[in-house]
């Protein structure tokens, strides 16, 4: 069983940047994809950045290219997430997610391709 947990979230001033991690325990050594949503109150919850095994793909939503990054992190299963440039809009639950399956451009920000979630972690810009 897949376990995942989230790490980093916090208060910053808007412009200031954040780190979050997810460790996973439990994945077996095959493609998979490990990927951050996020959920603001009163909105549906929209994938923000993934990194999927095979040449360590990454893809991002529009809103926040430029601004985070996704990376592996020092120890394996660990996906990092470097957020700059933090906006207001970009305060939410943070999640991380895994995937069994290779996910491509046009289903990593799925939900329904995720089999394990994380209990969140909250980032939060302020003015």
């Known amino acids: 069983q897949v376990h995942l947990v989230e790490s980093g979230g916090g208060s910053v001033q808007a412009g200031g940047s954040l780190r979050l991690s997810c460790v996973a325990s439990g994945i077996p050594d095959s493609y998979n994809c490990m990927t951050w949503f996020r959920q603001a109150p009163g909105k549906l919850r929209e994938g923000v950045a993934a990194?999927?095994?095979?040449?360590?793909?990454?893809y991002y939503a529009d809103s926040v290219k430029a601004r985070f990054t996704a990376s592996p992190g020092n120890t394996k299963n660990t996906l990092v997430l470097n957020m700059t440039s933090l906006r207001v809009e970009d305060t939410a639950m943070y999640y991380c997610?895994?995937?069994?399956?290779?996910?491509?451009?046009?289903?990593?920000?799925?939900?329904?391709?995720?089999?394990?979630w994380g209990q969140g972690t909250q980032v939060t810009a302020v003015s």
């Open positions: 997610a895994y995937s069994s399956r290779r996910l491509y451009a046009d289903d990593w920000n799925v939900e329904s391709e995720y089999n394990s």
């Open positions: 990194g999927c095994v095979g040449g360590f793909s990454k």
